[in-house]
């Protein structure tokens, strides 16, 4: 069983399921919208049909769909008041658009740690973090796992911080007590590019808890002007997030398949995570209450260091994994390791020493964390087991080798 790097035989020989998917409904989606004649939201219902019905699986009063998920947080914040000289605390483990939203908007973000078990923001660490500038926590769902929304609805409130949350990984999620994203009473971002649960290549939405943030939410999206209005009437600095009904209509169909994959990919990842902690190579994602539904946007673990023996390669071990068949990719860098995030405005309270010395979960993450697609969850549960097959093997090659 030599490793498929080496030119032995791969654990996969037939492939996981493509991503993204689409079927007749796509196809019929397109069709209607491209009939519709007019292809933006002002005059068509593809838009408006897919935030309905998006809002209300979420429990959420309202939507805006927009072009992407970074400028969807660019627009949560300045819809909520968040602007030039305020900070904003952020997961330390993130993609980079929770930072660089609050850097397009004048804001300065504050990167605090982590959670060892559900990898989400801290909230021990969000309170340590808040300064007489601070305005605004982002708590983001990490890989699909919901934060502890709880403590941070009570710093929240102590503190007079609004939440944002980004839900980028975290479509159909629901929290402690099967709780909507949209019951929490904050604003959500979503993203619908092509890696995402839901896609149309591109595209985001703001999730809304009433009526009037969804309006601040429009006007920001909407290059600042009010719906109807037919003299120019620009009342904010905006820019133009609108989706096209091309997309919106897409994505109304891929809605139609979030429930039932989120339940193949629970059940599938309920499996790899119960054979991965048997085996002892590596450590998963921790699955907390907070988790009542695990959309599973990524399978997240970190490479164990095993007593006595000598300490993997995280980027090795990821590129075995590809050749044999595994969609493996390293986890994000922490925010301070990434050079944009020294950029204005910069942090000015946290140098980068300071950072590593406070997010050693972040640290341990960028240098140990592996994350497989979720697409390898949604096949068969022997191609799910195949995952810790692969791991294995991978392990112990790459043990002997040393
Ligand atoms: C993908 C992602 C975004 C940004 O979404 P885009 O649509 O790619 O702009 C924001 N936050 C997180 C955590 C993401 O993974």
Redesign the pocket.
């Known amino acids: 069983m030599t490793l498929a790097i080496h030119g032995g035989t791969p654990v996969r020989q037939t492939p996981y399921p493509d991503w993204p998917q689409f079927g007749v409904e796509e196809e019929n989606a397109l069709l209607r919208s491209l009939h519709q004649g007019q292809w933006w939201r002002m005059q068509g219902r593809e838009n408006l049909d897919f935030e309905q019905a998006f809002a209300q699986l979420h429990g959420g009063h309202s939507a805006f769909a927009v072009s992407?998920?970074?400028?969807a947080?660019e627009i949560a914040l300045q819809a909520a008041g968040i602007g030039p000289g305020d900070e904003v605390i952020v997961p330390a483990f993130?993609?980079i658009?929770?930072s660089m939203a609050c850097q397009r908007i004048g804001a300065t973000a504050i990167a605090v740690d982590v959670l060892a078990d559900t990898l989400c923001i801290d909230p021990a660490a969000v309170l340590a973090s808040i300064g007489p500038r601070t305005r605004a926590i982002i708590a983001?769902h990490m890989a699909g796992h919901l934060c502890d929304m709880h403590s941070l609805a009570r710093i929240a409130d102590q503190h007079r911080l609004v939440i944002i949350q980004?839900a980028?990984?975290a479509h159909g999620a629901r929290g402690l007590g099967d709780t909507g994203i949209g019951e929490y009473g904050s604003l959500a971002c979503f993203?619908?590019?092509n890696f995402?649960l839901m896609t149309a290549g591109?595209?985001?939405l703001v999730l809304c808890p009433n009526e009037e943030l969804r309006e601040k939410v429009f006007l920001y999206g909407n290059v600042g002007r009010p719906l109807g209005d037919r003299s120019y009437q620009h009342t904010v600095v905006g820019t133009n997030a609108r989706l096209s009904e091309f997309s919106a209509a897409v994505l109304s169909a891929q809605l139609g398949r979030l429930e039932q994959q989120t339940r193949v990919r629970q059940h599938n990842a309920h499996l790899l995570g119960e054979t991965l902690v048997r085996q002892g190579l590596v450590t998963p994602q921790v699955r907390t209450a907070d988790a009542h539904t695990h959309p599973y946007y990524m399978f997240l673990f970190t490479l164990d260091d095993l007593p006595g023996q000598p300490q993997l390669d995280r980027n090795q071990v990821v590129d075995c994994l590809v050749a044999e068949g595994i969609p493996a990719f390293r986890a994000y860098q922490a925010l301070y390791r990434i050079p944009s995030y020294w950029q204005a405005p910069a942090p000015t309270r946290q140098n980068l020493e300071q950072c590593i010395a406070a997010c050693p979960v972040s640290e341990r993450m960028a240098q140990r964390g592996i994350w497989i697609h979720h697409r390898a969850l949604l096949g068969t549960e022997q191609d799910t087991l195949d995952i810790a097959a692969a791991i294995a093997k991978v392990h112990q090659h790459l043990v002997g080798a040393q």
């Open positions: 992407n998920g970074t400028v947080l993130t993609f658009s929770t983001v980004d980028a990984h993203s619908f590019q995402k591109e595209g985001g």
